[in-house]
């Protein structure tokens, strides 16, 4: 069964540094989105990026956040400088037909910020 | 009040036992329903999606739908212990999908 990979598995990092998650979305898929989702907590939407541009974004994705679909293929959040409450699991989803019939989702990458 | 209300559980039930999971919503914008299996530090997994009012069936799970009373339910019939997981409602309107907390279901044998 088709599946969406997100690397790496889980990411240390220094408060003030670059992060970049990477994902790559299902092949036909038109769709893509950035979740996140702090321990303990809901489930939190970010950004939707459709035909190389965002779509709709959330009060979270703010200056520091970034998406970029460099190829065909990758599709990746940057984190410019990372802040303490950054830490959290970081979801890569993609869709054929959009919203109305669901996502699939990565396993996560796991990003924590010392 | 949020958008949407799921309370977290913990849910314990015995092997066989119906499950009825929950979730209330304000929005009246939500157009598509979804129930998601998540599994410890694994990402959401689709289970269900609906966009009326009513009731989806799937093998042992059935999904429903109550616009007027902004209230959906996942049923699970002959519940197993690979069912142990945590359930979250998602709601849909335009680019995203809104989550509930998730509720942790264990089903013990």
């Known amino acids: 069964e088709p599946e969406v990979t997100q690397t790496p598995s889980h990411q240390v990092t220094q408060m003030g540094q670059e992060v970049i998650l990477r994902c790559v979305p299902i092949?036909?898929?038109?769709?893509f989105y950035w979740y996140r989702q702090i321990l303990g907590q809901k489930v939190e939407f970010l950004v939707s990026f459709y035909n190389n541009e965002i779509s709709e974004k959330s009060e979270i994705f703010d200056d520091q956040f970034s998406v970029e679909r460099p190829d065909g293929s990758n599709f990746t959040l940057k984190i410019r400088s990372t802040k303490l409450e950054d830490s959290a699991m970081y979801f890569c989803?993609?869709?054929?037909?959009?919203?109305?019939?669901?996502?699939?989702f990565g396993s996560g990458t796991r990003l924590t910020v010392v | 009040q949020k958008e949407v209300e799921q309370d977290p559980g913990p849910l314990s039930v015995p092997e066989g036992a119906i499950v009825s999971l929950n979730c209330t919503y304000s929005?009246?914008?939500?157009?598509?329903f979804m129930w998601y299996r998540q599994y410890s530090r694994k990402g959401p997994e689709l289970l269900m999606y609906?966009?009326?009012?009513g009731n989806k069936e799937d093998g042992r799970f059935t999904a429903q739908v109550d616009k007027s009373s902004k209230y959906i339910s996942l049923f699970i019939r002959d519940s197993q212990p690979s069912d142990s997981a945590t359930y979250l409602c998602a709601m849909g309107g335009g680019n995203k999908l809104t989550f509930g907390t998730g509720t942790q279901l264990k089903v013990e044998l």
């Open positions: 609906t966009y009326s009012s």
């Open positions: 989803a993609s869709s054929e037909w959009g919203v109305n019939y669901g996502y699939t």
């Open positions: 092949s036909n898929h038109l769709y």
């Open positions: 929005n009246s914008a939500f157009q598509y």
